[in-house]
């Protein structure tokens, strides 16, 4: 028997530069129906979260500190989605809105970042940098004690919300 040693193989290299796309597709893929209307709702009112820290989280004892500090009336999931990621889910909009009003939240000394999940939003790709603080500031002299003093102090130090 005798083989023919000229024919080579070609690599995949070769394979793939020889590929032709002739004409683009239309549309794409279009997803619908109640189980996607489902899923959305299932995540409507999530949270997600990071402490500012390189240090690892105890999650067990950090989830049930939380979940016993919050109280949510209709419960609370909280998943590790890795290194220093959460995700907090809740079951009604009075829970998570509690929790984002009245924050911001500690565990162990360490401040958690949180922000709202928006559907179809990636957790991972979530910049979890900036949180919101309440300043008391105290001395200021009598007729300096105004709204519009304590938006401008709120403007020198970041971004004003409100004042109380």
């Known amino acids: 028997m005798e083989f023919d040693m000229s024919y080579k193989t070609p690599s995949i290299e070769e394979l793939c530069g020889r590929m032709q796309i002739e ?33 690892i989280v105890n999650f067990q004892a950090m989830k049930n500190t939380l979940a016993s500090i919050w109280r949510p009336v209709k419960g609370v999931s909280i998943k590790d989605l890795g290194p220093n990621l959460f995700l907090f889910q809740f ?40 949180t919101e603080l309440w300043v008391q500031v105290y ?14 102090i709120g403007k020198f130090m970041g971004v004003f919300l409100e004042v109380d």
């Open 91 to 130: 079951f009604h909009e009075l829970d998570i809105s509690r929790v984002q009003s009245n924050g911001p939240w500690t565990f162990d000394n360490l401040l958690l970042i949180i922000k709202k999940l928006s559907i179809g939003e990636q957790p991972s790709k979530i910049q979890l940098f900036h």
């Open 23 to 55: 004409e683009e597709e239309e549309g794409g893929l279009v997803l619908e129906g109640p189980e996607i209307e489902q899923q959305g709702q299932e995540f409507q009112w999530c949270l997600v979260g990071r402490f500012l820290s390189d240090r």
């Open 139 to 152: 001395d200021i002299p009598l007729g300096f004690m105004t709204e519009r003093i304590a938006q401008e």
